[in-house]
């Protein structure tokens, strides 16, 4: 091995790019999902029992919430030494915070303990969540797609989105688990820690993928040539706000068809039309099936007919889907089923070639946090209130409204989709 050789950066193999990409995303999807099926299932009796049944689920919802509204917080926060320091680095002290958020939940006293601290506790690891998450994705998205080779960046870009499918049949399967050999007295004197405890083992072992990664190519490039910048977000909101404002809205529909699809839909299946917990959770399970296959298959659509013109496709037939929610979720079980598998293999369809489209707009030197902050502000927008909204809407007007709050998300997407600037095929 010649000196020039030794003192070369080291190349990532494509297998280690994406192992590392899709596990961090997958552990750090766990943790969130887990939370928000407790939320549903454990935090109202645990943490919200003064109130009645309905408002205890809102309010439990409200702090389903503040994740939310935490991650563009996180998306500037690690954004900003994503783009400094570099994206390895900033990966890695995302996971920590939303590991440790996680681990934190599962010692929580509950409120019979000590009261109305136990919900401030609890929301404030929620926004640990959050900032972690805020971070965690536009990194994984960027160590994915800036390690492509020229035509396969949606592609590349899928494999942290498989992290989505992955992250929630493990929180499912966990809970189903606990909930066939534990009594509901056990479940819910202990058992519902285990998933947030056992997190901890996922996150050593995301750890050690990540830190055995090296830096990406394009941004060793921006470190060659000083193309970083001092103040990513300054230069993101003066140069780039376009692309940003229109990034944000056309990931609205996404956001509001995943939350519907899983938290409201648990929500109202086992509140207002009696399904078991356990039975809902299998039905769900069956329709994630549907989101992990077509992620693959709408990222390869991407890359040979072009990312703008799948996602317009499919924002549109969300719209439509909007349509047909109610006749289908009042169908019972066989139509309960049909309305997950549809509405999950729509939500793989637009999620797949998310990251690409996100990403592609912004140059090296802000990508970090221009990605980021557009994911994560249209999680603000179409996720971070789509199981209160959903569930007050149906309460009071009806389940077809909640099919027309799913289609104004669609139309809202189509915006911003119209107009992003993509080096696409057009």
């Not at 909204?389 to 998300?409: D, E, H, P, S």
């Amino acid at each position: 091995m010649t000196v020039a050789e030794t003192l070369a950066p080291p190349i990532n193999s494509a297998r280690r790019v994406l192992s590392a990409s899709m596990i961090g995303t997958t552990i750090e999807f766990f943790d969130f999902y887990i939370y928000a099926t407790a939320a549903v299932i454990v935090f109202p009796h645990l943490f919200f029992p003064a109130s009645d049944g309905n408002s205890a689920l809102l309010q439990s919802f409200a702090t389903f919430a503040i994740a939310f509204f935490a991650r563009p917080f996180g998306a500037a926060i690690f954004g900003h030494f994503g783009d400094r320091i570099g994206r390895k680095a900033t990966l890695v002290a995302a996971l920590m915070t939303m590991g440790l958020s996680t681990v934190a939940i599962g010692f929580l006293p509950t409120y019979a303990s000590i009261g109305v601290m136990a919900p401030l506790l609890l929301a404030l690891c929620r926004l640990g969540q959050g900032l972690g998450l805020g971070g965690e994705w536009g990194g994984a998205v960027l160590l994915a797609t800036e390690n492509a080779p020229e035509g396969k960046r949606s592609w590349y870009g899928m494999f942290p989105q498989l992290g989505a499918p992955a992250g929630f049949i493990l929180a499912n399967g966990i809970f189903l688990v606990l909930g066939a050999v534990m009594t509901d007295e056990q479940f819910f004197a202990y058992g519902w820690r285990i998933p947030f405890i056992a997190s901890s083992v996922l996150v050593a072992v995301g750890l050690f993928i990540r830190l055995r990664i090296a830096e990406t190519p394009e941004f060793q490039k921006a470190i060659d040539k000083a193309e970083r910048v001092a103040v990513p977000a300054a230069q993101l909101f003066r140069k780039h706000k376009l692309n940003l404002l229109l990034g944000t809205i056309g990931a609205v529909a996404t956001f509001v068809l995943f939350y519907l699809m899983t938290v409201f839909s648990l929500g109202w299946g086992t509140r207002a039309l009696g399904y078991g917990r356990e039975e809902f959770l299998v039905l769900q399970m069956i329709g994630v099936c549907a989101f992990g296959l077509t992620i693959p298959f709408s990222a390869l659509l991407s890359d040979r007919y072009g990312m703008r013109a799948v996602m317009v496709i499919v924002t549109v037939l969300i719209g439509a889907y909007g349509l047909i929610m109610a006749p289908l979720f009042g169908a019972g079980a066989p139509g309960v089923l049909a309305f997950l598998i549809i509405g999950f293999g729509l939500m793989g369809m637009t999620y797949g070639p998310l990251g690409a489209v996100l990403a592609e707009p912004f140059p090296t030197a802000v990508r970090y946090t221009g990605a980021s902050l557009a994911f994560n502000l249209a999680g603000i927008i179409g996720a971070s209130l789509a199981p209160y909204i959903a569930t007050w809407l149906a309460t009071n007007y009806g389940f077809a409204y909640v099919g027309y709050y799913m289609l104004a998300a669609a139309i809202l997407s189509l915006i911003g989709l119209a107009f992003i600037t993509l080096n696409d095929k057009e």
